[in-house]
């Protein structure tokens, strides 16, 4: 079984920065790629980035592109995502996610087989 446990959420305002953290247990971290989604109130929940097992892929939502950057340190087991120059429409519940998928980073939540709890970012205009 996979754990996955999101932190470093908070509110900030806007044009702030915050760095979220995922750390995962019980699976072979550095063999599966890891991904960043986010849902806000009363929309679906969206992709933001995703990272290859490797770090040699990134992939990035246009929305967040040149703000955000995911990274992960497999020796951790961890992945980060790095928001910078933060907006209100940022807010939402960040969640990250692994997937069994080596082939390319997929952006679809069904490619993606085990979810963290989940971390509220808050940014206030």
């Known amino acids: 079984q996979v754990q996955l446990v999101e932190s470093g959420g908070g509110l900030v305002q806007a044009g702030g920065s915050l760095r979220l953290s995922c750390a995962a247990s019980?699976?072979?971290?550095?063999?599966?790629?890891m991904g960043w989604f986010r849902q806000a109130p009363g929309k679906e929940r969206e992709f933001v980035a995703a990272?290859?097992?490797?770090?040699?892929?990134?992939d990035y939502a246009d929305s967040v592109k040149g703000r955000f950057t995911i990274s992960r340190d497999n020796v951790q087991n961890t992945v980060y995502l790095q928001m910078n120059s933060l907006r209100p429409e940022d807010t939402a519940i960040y969640y990250c996610?692994?997937?069994?998928?080596?082939?390319?980073?997929?952006?679809?939540?069904?490619?993606?087989?085990?979810w963290g709890q989940g971390t509220q970012v808050t940014v206030s205009g």
């Open positions: 019980g699976r072979t971290f550095s063999m599966y790629a």
């Open positions: 990272i290859s097992w490797s770090s040699g892929r990134t």
């Open positions: 996610a692994t997937s069994p998928l080596t082939a390319y980073l997929s952006r679809r939540n069904d490619d993606y087989d085990h």
